[in-house]
């Protein structure tokens, strides 16, 4: 599977973007989508995810619960992180991957996810 994110972008504080993250090569609909983020100097950290191997459940990082909403759209292929009410806090590359058989427990772990997108640059000022 190949991953292309996009969407990303600077904003300011309050601001609102949606990212992007489209697969070739094979469909999303046997896979765990997730969304990452890593700031400079941090360690690449959940953001959000999607199994669409299994109903369709949502799971998000509590920092940005409320405000972010994952989803996606099989027939395209592509899987959607829409940001609302971005803080300064929320600056980092973005990185969507995705993996078939990624277990509830570890959904939350980078390592676990075999296929990764190259990363989109979401800068938020205040």
């Known amino acids: 599977v190949q991953l292309q994110a996009s969407g990303g972008g600077s904003v300011q504080a309050g601001g609102s973007l949606r990212l992007s993250c489209a697969a070739s090569?094979?469909?999303?609909?046997?896979?765990?989508v997730g969304w990452f983020r890593q700031a400079p100097g941090k360690e690449r950290e959940f953001v959000a995810a999607?199994?669409?191997?299994?109903?369709?459940?949502?799971y998000y990082a509590d920092s940005v619960k409320g405000r972010f909403t994952i989803s996606g759209d099989n027939a395209k292929s592509t899987v959607y992180l829409v940001m609302n009410s971005l803080r300064p806090e929320d600056t980092a590359v973005y990185y969507c991957?995705?993996?078939?058989?990624?277990?509830?427990?570890?959904?939350?772990?980078?390592?676990?996810?075999?296929?990764w997108g190259q990363g989109t640059q979401v800068t938020v000022s205040s």
């Open positions: 999607i199994r669409w191997n299994s109903g369709g459940y949502t």
């Open positions: 090569g094979r469909t999303f609909s046997r896979q765990t």
């Open positions: 991957a995705a993996d078939p058989s990624i277990i509830l427990s570890s959904i939350r772990m980078a390592r676990q996810y075999e296929y």
